[in-house]
Structure formats: structure tokens, C-alpha cells
């Protein structure tokens, strides 16, 4: 079954550090991705997708993430985080499963905590 | 414009009550999920619609069932909560149930069960 691995369950910055939130998932076909932030006490919003080309994709609030497929990875990063970037970050994996059917998997969820 | 709206946005309910979620969205979207999401586990998927009359189960769908009443609405409901179903959950839609089809998603309903 496709799984998505965040590797840090909680992860506190000062103000202005650079910021790197791994995700890696299990699935050896074609994939899109998508990184969703979760500011506190609110929905879910897309951050940052990629579908092709180039692997370095830019979001909203200058964040970036890279598309490795040989490590099968999809890291996001920010050069410096400021207060407001303090949420939930949340990566996930759209795969098709065959048969039409595609499968959307969510990891559990990296919360950063950025200290003014 | 609204997005995807869900109601109520709290709920309180005792052991073996019934209640229905209900989720309107106005994008015009084929597809439309509820999720729950709990602390340290993500986002799990209950039941999903890929299209108007269509249902499908998710990672979880034990004591849940949905409607999908019309192309804009698409409820979730209980028949007999438990103490297990405390969570906060989440009704998304997206153009369809595809590849690329970024989720949008509701402002959550929070529900504890005693």
C-alpha cells in the first residue's frame, strides 16, 4: 500500500532560520504531489503542487519544494520562516491505483512552531 | 465566494446519538471527500464521491454513512456515535478524482462524543 513518511512530528525555529520538512512516500509510479499548511484553527490549504517539469516548484509565502524521484522524496523548504509560518504542514501523494481509481494519501502532519 | 462550507461547526453528542455533517460546496467540483483528522495521525480518508451518485469507502467508513444529495452537497452521518469517533472532520471537493486536483477544503466540524 502507498504510504507518505514525514520525518519530524514537531520542529521549532527561531525567527529567520531556514527551514527543510522532509516527505518521502512508497510508490513506484507516476505520482503528483502536494504540500498543505494548516494554520491553527483552520482548514487545510494548498500550499505548493508539482504534476511535471521542473521539480523545483515555488508556492505561496516563498516556500519551495523539491521533486527527488530517484529518492523518491518531496521536501519542502524556506529560506526564513517568520512567526505566521508557525501551522501544521502536511505532505501528500496522489497516485493512480488502477482501473480508473486514483488514491490520495496524506503523511501525519510536521508541526512547526517558529519562535519570534 | 464561499468554497466548500460545512455546518455545524461544533457538536457535542452522547454515546449512541445520531447526527449529520453537512458539506455544500459552490466550485462546481465533480468530487467531494470527508476526512477526520486526529492527533499524530494525518488525515483519513472516511468515504469519498467521484461524481454526482456515486459513494465509495475510504480508509475508514466503519459507522459512517454519506450522501451525496446533489452535485453540491454531500453529507456524513452517524447512526450511532461513539466516543471513538471524537475528531475533527473535514469535507474537501476537487474538480474531479484525479491526478491533478488539488483539495479544497472546509473550515472542519469538531465533534466530541461522551
Known amino acids: 500500500a502507498q504510504s507518505v513518511s514525514q520525518h519530524n512530528h514537531h520542529v521549532i525555529l527561531s525567527e529567520a532560520a531556514s527551514l527543510e520538512l522532509g516527505c518521502n512516500y512508497s510508490?513506484?509510479?507516476?505520482?503528483?504531489l502536494f504540500w498543505y499548511v494548516q494554520y491553527p484553527g483552520q482548514h487545510l490549504q494548498l500550499l505548493l503542487k508539482?504534476?511535471?517539469?521542473?521539480?523545483l516548484v515555488k508556492g505561496i509565502k516563498g516556500f519551495e519544494a523539491e521533486f527527488i524521484k530517484s529518492k523518491f522524496s518531496f521536501n519542502l523548504r524556506k529560506p526564513s520562516v517568520q512567526w505566521s509560518d508557525t501551522a501544521e504542514y502536511f505532505c501528500?501523494?496522489?497516485?493512480?491505483?488502477?482501473?480508473?481509481?486514483?488514491?490520495?494519501?496524506f503523511g501525519k502532519g510536521t508541526k512547526l512552531s517558529v519562535i519570534p | 465566494n464561499a468554497g466548500v462550507t460545512q455546518t455545524p461547526k461544533f457538536q457535542v453528542l452522547k454515546t449512541g446519538q445520531s447526527m449529520t455533517l453537512q458539506c455544500a460546496q459552490d466550485?462546481?467540483?465533480?468530487?467531494m471527500y470527508w476526512y477526520r483528522q486526529d492527533p499524530g495521525m494525518g488525515l483519513r480518508l472516511i468515504y469519498y464521491?467521484?461524481?454526482?451518485?456515486?459513494?465509495d469507502k475510504g480508509e475508514v467508513p466503519n459507522g459512517y454513512n454519506v450522501s451525496r444529495l446533489n452535485k453540491r452537497e454531500f453529507s456524513l452521518r452517524l447512526e450511532s456515535a461513539a466516543p471513538s469517533q471524537t475528531s475533527v472532520y473535514f469535507c474537501?471537493?476537487?474538480?474531479?478524482?484525479?491526478?491533478?486536483?488539488?483539495?479544497?477544503f472546509g473550515n472542519g466540524t469538531r465533534l466530541t462524543v461522551t
Open positions: 466550485m462546481n467540483h465533480n468530487s
Open positions: 474537501a471537493s476537487s474538480e474531479a478524482l484525479g491526478y491533478n486536483s488539488p483539495l479544497h
Open positions: 508539482y504534476f511535471s517539469g521542473d521539480p
Open positions: 510508490y513506484g509510479g507516476t505520482v503528483n
Open positions: 501528500a501523494v496522489n497516485a493512480y491505483s488502477g482501473a480508473g481509481s486514483y488514491q490520495l494519501t
Open positions: 464521491s467521484a461524481s454526482e451518485g456515486t459513494t
